[in-house]
């Protein structure tokens, strides 16, 4: 099946601080996901990207969609005590039907104050 | 609405046990799936329906079973517990409508379930 590479695997950072996270793959994706994670939650969808070279913002977070349609990138500008979680990438491959998405392992971020 | 819902919580089961993990939705998405969550592995699918009656296998399917009597309802069963599916599991649902939108899945608070 696909694989997504996503990096780094985690961050320590000041708050304050911008942060930028990404994920790349062997497979050209047709949707792009991105999740942040709490502790002892479920994931919970921040951006959805369904273009190549679309650039999407939700708040402080831009995602971009890849003109290659094989990597994608989430940042974080002024980051704040509450970003802190693991961010998770996904994507779909297939137009149409209906197989869940692939993930990538995640991006433990931790802000230091 | 309450979303997805997973029960229960947590659950301790010895080898060889078998339970069913339940999870419902009341959105009326008509896609529905479970994940399970390992550390350092991100998120795998293990089985998905796209519809009541209607279901297909995921990545890591074995040792599990699923079916789909209901829009709202999607049970994942366990038939004989073993160490290696000590894991958190995750089912996740979304809307069938037309157009990529399709693709937001939205996941219940999880199941942690430890195998002896």
């Known amino acids: 099946g696909q694989q997504l590479n996503q990096s780094p695997q985690s961050m320590f950072i000041q708050e304050g601080e911008d942060v930028s996270m990404n994920c790349t793959s062997s497979?050209?994706?047709?949707?792009w996901l991105w999740y942040k994670q709490d502790p002892g939650e479920g994931p919970v969808l921040l951006i959805a990207?369904?273009?190549?070279?679309e650039l999407t913002s939700n708040g402080r977070l831009t995602a971009q969609f890849g003109i290659t349609r094989k990597d994608s990138f989430l940042n974080i500008s002024a980051s704040i005590p509450s970003d802190v979680g693991i961010y998770f990438c996904?994507?779909?491959?297939?137009?149409?039907?209906?197989?869940?998405?692939?993930f990538g392992k995640g991006t433990h971020l931790i802000i230091q104050p | 609405n309450a979303g997805v819902t997973q029960t229960p919580k947590f659950q301790v089961l010895k080898t060889g046990q078998s339970m069913t993990l339940q999870c419902a939705q009341d959105?009326?998405?008509?896609?529905m799936s479970w994940y399970r969550q390992d550390p350092g592995m991100g998120l795998r699918l293990i089985h998905y329906?796209?519809?009541?009656?209607?279901?297909d296998q995921g990545e890591v399917p074995n040792g599990y079973n699923v079916s789909r009597s209901t829009t709202e309802d999607f049970p994942l069963r366990l038939l004989s517990a073993a160490p290696s599916q000590t894991s958190v599991y995750f089912c996740?649902?979304?809307?069938?409508?037309?157009?990529?939108?399709?693709?937001?899945?939205?996941f219940g608070p999880g199941t942690r379930l430890t195998v002896t």
């Open positions: 996904a994507g779909r491959a297939s137009r149409g039907g209906a197989d869940g998405l692939t």
């Open positions: 990207l369904y273009k190549a070279g």
């Open positions: 959105m009326n998405h008509e896609y």
């Open positions: 497979s050209i994706f047709n949707t």
């Open positions: 329906s796209v519809g009541a009656g209607i279901t």
């Open positions: 996740a649902s979304s809307y069938r409508a037309r157009g990529p939108q399709a693709y937001e899945q939205y």
